[in-house]
């Protein structure tokens, strides 16, 4: 069965400071890995997927599939990046989309 | 374009009573979802609808019923609510790259 981990539930930085969210996963397919977040009172929504290679608001993320992780980066985080973020994968064939335990960032002044 | 319309948006319930979570897409998309969301424990899937017609168990189906009623609904039903259940419900529909879904606003329900 496919499974997503966040580890740290909580992580606060201050601005202008780098962020890593980690996200590992268990799946035996080749998996489609995807950051979705949630900003105060707004829709969860999708931030980047792997198979873009893309960056989105400064975020990237690499799938290592050596280390099943798909960490989440910013080099210098904002406040406006305050949110909780949740990784997600997609089984290879089906309709599946498995989500992780959410990390809330929280980006001090 | 309203996109993933949910309803209601806050429920209380006693414990034992029913209800129906509606939602709908006009996106024309055919995969829909029901997840639900708690603290620490992030989005975890009840149902989904790979199309309209077919309906199939997510991780944590237990106590609860779907119905897709048409492509552009699909509703979530709790036949005898607990306590258990209280949680946020979201919809989702898929759009045309796989795993990216759209989700609704949320749906507070409290069972008390």
């Known amino acids: 069965a496919q499974r997503v981990t966040q580890p740290e539930k909580l992580l606060s930085v201050f601005k202008g400071a780098p962020v890593e969210l980690k996200c590992n996963y268990s799946?035996?397919?080749?998996?489609?890995l995807f950051w979705y977040v949630q900003y105060s009172r707004q829709r969860l929504q999708l931030l980047l997927r792997?198979?873009s290679r893309e960056s989105i608001k400064g975020f990237t993320a690499d799938l290592n599939k050596g280390e099943t992780s798909f960490h989440l980066k910013k080099p210098f985080a904002q406040e406006e990046d305050s949110a909780m973020y949740y990784c997600?994968?997609?089984?290879?064939?089906?309709?599946?989309?498995?989500f992780g335990e959410g990390t809330q960032l929280t980006v001090n002044p | 374009n309203a996109g993933v319309t949910q309803t209601p948006k806050f429920q209380v319930l006693k414990t034992g009573q029913s209800m129906t979570l509606q939602c709908a897409q006009d996106?024309?998309?055919?995969?829909m979802y029901w997840y639900r969301q708690d603290p620490g424990m992030g989005l975890r899937l009840i149902y989904y609808?790979?199309?309209?017609?077919?309906?199939d168990k997510g991780e944590v189906p237990n106590g609860y019923n779907v119905s897709r009623l048409n492509k552009r609904e699909f509703s979530l039903r709790l036949e005898s609510a607990a306590p258990s259940q209280t949680s946020v419900y979201f919809c989702?529909?898929?759009?045309?790259?796989?795993?990216?879904?759209?989700f609704g606003e949320g749906s507070r329900l409290t069972v008390l």
């Open positions: 792997h198979i």
């Open positions: 996106m024309n998309h055919n995969s």
């Open positions: 609808s790979a199309s309209e017609g077919t309906t």
């Open positions: 997600a994968l997609q089984e290879t064939s089906g309709s599946r989309l498995t």
């Open positions: 989702a529909s898929r759009g045309p790259y796989k795993g990216e879904l759209f």
């Open positions: 799946y035996s397919g080749s998996p489609e």
